[in-house]
């Protein structure tokens, strides 16, 4: 691949891409090996009445995320400050000994505290995505990012099922001790792997929070990406807690149901992985801004007639589609936030948007829960389909009135 014209600071960035992809991707690994087996540690831990191991599963789950969003605004800041290099480091140490200090864990509550602690300390992924947007040239930023994003997908598919072996082969607590294993390779290989040649900005001279804003080419159509990062989430997660109540509701009682559920649950993000390269180099081609209009527009078809099917398989067909689609979403935000913004606020900007993804993490599955509570299962499709509907609206008036914004400078 070619670095002509290509800044001196971005002429190692292939070799960053890989080096990144293989931190996220141990980072998503990282993340989900723990979760198949989250509740019973969880019982392990005293919580044995089943409404209150309900709650605190949930809680515990969230809560991550919860500190993620909070978190990630002042991450974002140091590393436009400091560079991204060092915030992948601290990201990748801090998650290894706070999952070190989980597996010797002897209550709920020293559960929980660690748990809001990886949130605070994570942000391996938006860092990672500012670090490669900001070397790569702009006409491979698609592509790149698109390429990126498939580490921590990936790593996400594989991880549950190799921390279910591991719980069965070697008990709850060794599986905590082995994730901080790999988390540690991972500060490993960006430490001696990952090349950033980064001019330190000192804090006098760092924008404010507005100036931030006042900074970017296009704020407002800045912020629509932020709410499209969130909505992205919310539409991924709303489903999340009744896929398994849903699809029994579809197939009956039958024996394999953890597995089919397991399965129709993970075919998205197959479709992603084999999606999301493709589609982002098809962005930088036409536009990244097409690619988005079009794909939550995919979404919304594709939404809607999971509230009509009749079996699991076309539940999983569909749920693939949607993957696909879904593949191409986060690259093309994360593409058009760096066209709009510079390299010096690069940071600050990708973390505000890790902090809207955290809060559709956090609000989605809550929605999914209200929605069939009150109105059945099919009706949750309806309503995430009616959000993304709105989304993609909101999207095409925020991109067409910076287009007619920039034909008026002109």
Not at 8 to 37: D, E, R, Y
Not at 175 to 187: E, N, Y
Not at 368 to 373: H, P
């Amino acid at each position: 691949m070619a670095t002509t014209d290509v800044p001196l600071s971005s002429i190692h960035w292939q070799k960053n891409l890989f080096v990144a992809w293989c931190g996220c991707f141990l980072t998503g690994v990282a993340f989900s090996l723990v979760m198949p087996f989250l509740p019973l540690y969880v019982e392990l831990l005293g919580v044995t009445n089943p409404e209150s191991l309900n709650l605190w599963s949930g809680l515990v789950f969230s809560i991550t995320f919860l500190f993620s969003a909070i978190a990630s605004p002042f991450w974002g800041g140091l590393a436009d400050r400091k560079g991204r290099k060092i915030m992948l480091l601290r990201s990748a140490l801090g998650m290894a000994i706070v999952m070190l200090l989980m597996g010797m864990a002897t209550s709920i509550w020293q559960f929980l505290a660690l748990r809001a602690l990886l949130g605070l300390l994570g942000g391996f992924v938006p860092n990672a995505n500012a670090l490669i947007a900001t070397q790569v040239p702009r006409t491979k930023s698609g592509w790149a990012l698109g390429w990126l994003s498939t580490g921590a997908v990936s790593g996400a598919l594989i991880g549950p099922l190799i921390g279910g072996l591991l719980a069965d082969s070697f008990g709850l607590r060794p599986v905590f001790f082995i994730t901080a294993t790999v988390l540690f390779i991972c500060f490993i290989m960006t430490l001696f792997s990952i090349r950033e040649e980064f001019i330190p900005v000192k804090k006098k001279d760092m924008l404010h929070v507005r100036q931030v804003f006042i900074s970017l080419k296009s704020p407002k159509l800045v912020l629509s990406l932020f709410v499209t990062t969130m909505i992205i989430q919310v539409a991924t997660g709303s489903i999340a807690p009744i896929l398994t109540l849903y699809v029994r509701d579809l197939a009956g009682n039958i024996q394999n149901l953890a597995f089919v559920s397991g399965l129709i649950a993970s075919v998205p993000g197959v479709a992603a992985l084999i999606s999301a390269p493709g589609l982002g180099k098809l962005g930088d081609r036409i536009g990244p801004e097409r690619i988005l209009i079009a794909m939550l527009i995919v979404s919304v078809l594709l939404l809607l007639p999971m509230s009509l099917v009749q079996n699991p398989l076309q539940l999983g067909i569909l749920r693939f589609l949607l993957g696909a689609a879904d593949g191409a979403l986060l690259p093309a935000v994360q593409t058009l936030l760096i066209y709009n913004a510079s390299n010096q606020v690069a940071g600050r900007i990708f973390s505000y948007n890790q902090s809207f993804r955290d809060i559709g993490n956090v609000t989605g599955p809550l929605m999914g829960a209200v929605v069939s509570a009150h109105w059945g299962y099919r009706t949750v499709f309806v309503v995430t389909a009616c959000v993304v509907a709105f989304n993609a609206l909101y999207s095409w008036l925020s991109l067409r009135n910076r287009r007619s914004y920039l034909e008026e400078l002109d």
